[in-house]
């Protein structure tokens, strides 16, 4: 994938070379606007790589892995940004030397005598409020649902940029060919946008009925959902897997909350565990049965598939044990099963019961690793290397499928690396990130 990318953004590179990019250097006016163009060509190509492997597509998910998506959706998101407010500064100040007048007086010009240009500027407005609120600071400080919504905006910023690029792009508005070429990039990025993140919902929607059949309290501020509805064997998913889920409840509508399955799924119900914990998690406590449900998925390839070893070792840290308890479910036929579940309070932990009876059934162990570090009942790190080399000696020869907060998924896997564990064994996902 990574191959086929890369020949198309050296194609759009030889294409401009071809139509004279590299001819008209020489003054200083002339390599700054050839430089904008070139970034102008970049950047809205990185734009629409952005979006295409954020269309869902079952493909493209099964090829990369949620984690690397997204760890190339953030990256593209930025370098797109810096590209295009650099097309914007190197594009003016070249025609500012050109007609001899000043940057903001040519910018003036070009706002309001080029076609498509304040359409263009509102794309860009939009791509710099997308790329604000994706800063880690910033982003901490919003709703999810807020931060959701505000990178919408991201197609609203291709969409309001294409007339310009195809009414003054010296690419787009000379050659019928690089014209056709780019219209199809942005085809096919549509088609899959519309394919996969409105087509599959609506059609999982009209096909399935799904709704609420109950919600069950789990702890203090933690509930289980289960979802009910028609065929439900038909979407094929698997334990681990997650779904973004609409609650057709007052504005619930138009609020995608993405939470993985807490039971491996089966032709009676889908069940999810929510703790509210903001970001709206805390309207959906008060639920009701009934309640018409819009899902999107099953998303995610953190499922036994990726299994290669007969030991396994489970890893899961306070919420994140939804997925977790589902995998158990599904576990079993061959080799160990061991699960080390982490949390600062036995208030905190969920599905004892439930594991226990998972755990005894397939033979395995569970290690419940409770209480904040440093006091008299733990006075170590209970994830660090030497501990888990002293909970699974032979931590190197299983899969470990590991789900928490993000700082807990970094320092074990720094963990695990320093005992030597192959990356290959190492599964975990953060598609709350997405």
């Not at 390839?301 to 890893?315: H, K, M």
Request: charged share 20%.
């Amino acid at each position: 994938m990574l191959a086929l990318l890369g020949g198309n953004g050296a194609l759009i590179v030889a294409m401009w070379i071809r139509h004279g990019g590299l001819s008209t250097l020489g003054s200083a006016s002339a390599d700054l606007t050839a430089a904008g163009e070139l970034t102008a060509l970049l950047g809205t190509y990185a734009a629409l790589v952005q979006l295409l492997l954020m269309s869902r597509s079952p493909v493209i998910e099964q090829l990369a892995g949620l984690d690397r998506l997204a760890h190339w959706h953030r990256w593209l998101g930025f370098s797109c940004t810096v590209l295009i407010c650099g097309h914007v500064v190197l594009t003016t100040t070249g025609y500012a030397l050109g007609d001899g007048s000043s940057v903001a007086a040519e910018a003036w010009t070009l706002l309001t005598t080029y076609p498509w240009m304040l359409m263009a500027a509102a794309g860009t407005a939009c791509l710099l409020m997308v790329a604000v609120t994706s800063v880690r600071i910033a982003r901490r400080r919003l709703r999810y649902e807020t931060w959701h919504f505000v990178h919408l905006y991201a197609y609203l910023a291709i969409a309001l940029s294409l007339g310009h690029q195809l009414a003054v792009g010296n690419d787009l508005s000379t050659d019928p060919v690089a014209r056709i070429y780019w219209i199809g990039l942005y085809a096919v990025v549509a088609g899959c946008v519309l394919a996969f993140r409105v087509g599959h919902p609506l059609r999982l929607a009209l096909r399935h009925r799904l709704r609420i059949a109950q919600v069950v309290p789990e702890a203090d501020g933690v509930v289980s959902i289960y979802v009910t509805g028609r065929d439900l064997e038909q979407l094929r998913a698997r334990a681990g897997q997650f779904f973004r889920w609409r609650f057709l409840a007052g504005d619930g509508w138009w609020k995608a909350h993405p939470f993985s399955l807490s039971a491996a799924p089966n032709a009676g119900f889908l069940r999810l565990t929510v703790k509210a914990v903001g970001d709206g998690s805390g309207d959906l406590q008060r639920l009701v049965p009934g309640t018409r449900v819009v899902a999107e998925g099953p998303y995610g390839i953190f499922t036994a598939e990726r299994r290669s070893r007969a030991g396994v070792l489970l890893i899961a840290g306070g919420v994140g044990i939804t997925p977790l308890r589902a995998l158990l479910e599904e576990l079993g036929g061959r080799g160990s099963v061991t699960l080390l579940y982490r949390a600062s309070s036995w208030d905190d932990v969920l599905f004892r019961a439930e594991i226990d009876e998972l755990v005894r059934a397939r033979r395995g162990t569970v290690h419940y690793l409770v209480g904040r570090r440093g006091t008299a009942g733990l006075p170590d790190d209970p994830l660090s290397a030497r501990s888990l080399r002293g909970l699974a000696p032979d931590v190197r020869e299983r899969d470990i499928f590991l789900c928490g907060p993000p700082g807990l998924v970094s320092s074990v896997c720094a963990s695990l690396r320093e005992l030597g564990v192959p990356d290959a064994q190492i599964h975990h996902e953060r598609f709350a990130l997405l």
